[in-house]
């Protein structure tokens, strides 16, 4: 019997109470059950169970290893039921948020893929750069940027997104490039302030060292369009995700500055009103969207 099944059995006895019901569920015998417990006992040199004629009960080491098998059951369920309901016709109204810029240049290529794949769903598709309660917003998932606060909503974390620092080609020619983190100091920054809420970066260098630069920012703006117009318009150096700068870096419209230097990246996840009873839909799409941020994956967005 494999590592996870003895854990699952060990799980249910606890749970139940009971060698034998937790043999009924797995269509097995009491002694199965019992003996697949011994065995796990004896591996670990621990006895993670008291018995006695009343049932079970847990000793210390067990306690902590039941909290352990809890979660590692539970995750194993959740990948297996991501992995079916991609492969299951999702179907109804699946309502999708977003902020705007991840929306229109990612969340939008990705929807239209999986509502090919799902010819019976809908998708309401709704983009704001402030917070939404998904619950009053009536939102089944949405998809944000950054560290997640404690919360009772369901998440999965899919990849991070990276960011550079960029100018264009014509403002570094006129006012020169910065070869060393401390000399932005010295040049107009065009600052994201959703993400760089004041006159302070953080860059990590190609070492991964993390340096902090005191900015003198021309223009703020909570629009990544907005930041990355400026740039191409010359106005100075700006921080902006790979995905919004992308084509333009492409175009040789703005090229990267401090080349092997970035920003401090971030997470991506899809958050959903409650961690129990996902619906089928939402976990189709979740199912879907893993695998869709590997490193480098805003290579892979078509272009606007």
Same mark, same amino acid.
């Given at each position: 019997?494999?590592?996870l099944q003895?854990m699952?059995?060990?799980?249910r006895?606890?749970?139940?109470?009971?060698? !034998?019901r937790?043999?009924?569920?797995?269509?097995?015998?009491?002694?199965?059950? @019992?003996?697949?417990?011994a065995?796990?006992?004896?591996?670990?040199?621990? *006895?993670l169970?008291?018995r006695n004629t009343r049932g079970?009960?847990?000793?210390?080491a067990?306690?902590?290893?039941?909290?352990?098998c809890?979660?590692i059951?539970r995750? =194993?369920?959740? =990948?297996?039921n991501? $992995?079916?309901?991609r492969e299951?016709p999702?179907?109804?109204?699946?309502?999708?948020?977003? !902020?705007?810029a &991840?929306g229109r240049r990612?969340v $939008? %290529?990705?929807a239209m893929? &999986?509502m090919r794949?799902? %010819?019976?769903l809908?998708?309401?598709l709704s983009f704001?750069?402030? /917070? @939404?309660?998904?619950?009053a917003?009536g939102?089944d998932v949405?998809?944000?940027?950054?560290k997640l606060?404690d919360s009772s909503?369901?998440? *999965? &974390?899919?990849?991070?997104n %990276?960011w550079l620092?960029v100018?264009?080609?014509q /403002?570094?020619?006129?006012?020169? @490039?910065p *070869?060393?983190?401390?000399?932005l100091?010295d040049h107009?920054?065009?600052t994201y302030?959703?993400?760089?809420?004041?006159d302070?970066?953080r860059v990590l260098? %190609?070492?991964?060292?993390a340096?902090?630069?005191?900015?003198?920012?021309?223009?703020?703006?909570?629009n990544? !369009?907005a930041?990355l117009?400026?740039?191409r318009?010359d106005?100075?150096?700006?921080?902006l995700?790979w995905?919004?700068?992308?084509d333009s870096l492409?175009?040789?419209?703005i090229?990267?500055v401090?080349?092997?230097? !970035? $920003?401090?990246?971030?997470?991506i996840?899809?958050v959903y009103p409650?961690p129990?009873l996902v619906?089928q839909k $939402?976990?189709?799409f979740i199912g879907?969207l893993?695998?869709? &941020?590997e490193p480098?994956?805003?290579?892979?967005l078509p *272009?606007s």
């Amino acid at each position: 019997m494999d590592r996870l099944q003895a854990m699952e059995m060990f799980v249910r006895v606890v749970e139940t109470g009971s060698f !034998s019901r937790a043999a009924r569920e797995f269509a097995t015998t009491q002694p199965t059950v @019992t003996k697949q417990v011994a065995a796990t006992e004896a591996r670990l040199k621990v *006895r993670l169970l008291n018995r006695n004629t009343r049932g079970v009960s847990l000793t210390e080491a067990g306690a902590l290893y039941y909290e352990k098998c809890k979660t590692i059951v539970r995750e =194993a369920e959740e =990948a297996e039921n991501i $992995v079916r309901m991609r492969e299951s016709p999702a179907q109804g109204l699946l309502r999708v948020g977003s !902020s705007v810029a &991840f929306g229109r240049r990612v969340v $939008v %290529p990705l929807a239209m893929e &999986f509502m090919r794949l799902h %010819p019976q769903l809908q998708v309401d598709l709704s983009f704001e750069d402030r /917070y @939404t309660d998904l619950v009053a917003q009536g939102v089944d998932v949405a998809l944000r940027l950054g560290k997640l606060a404690d919360s009772s909503l369901g998440a *999965r &974390f899919l990849g991070t997104n %990276p960011w550079l620092l960029v100018a264009s080609p014509q /403002y570094l020619k006129r006012c020169g @490039t910065p *070869r060393r983190p401390a000399e932005l100091s010295d040049h107009p920054t065009l600052t994201y302030i959703s993400v760089q809420g004041n006159d302070v970066w953080r860059v990590l260098t %190609p070492r991964g060292e993390a340096v902090t630069v005191r900015l003198t920012p021309r223009l703020r703006s909570n629009n990544l !369009s907005a930041v990355l117009a400026a740039a191409r318009s010359d106005m100075g150096i700006a921080a902006l995700p790979w995905y919004v700068a992308a084509d333009s870096l492409a175009a040789g419209a703005i090229v990267e500055v401090l080349k092997g230097h !970035s $920003v401090p990246e971030q997470e991506i996840h899809a958050v959903y009103p409650s961690p129990k009873l996902v619906p089928q839909k $939402v976990l189709a799409f979740i199912g879907f969207l893993q695998g869709h &941020f590997e490193p480098g994956w805003w290579q892979q967005l078509p *272009r606007s």
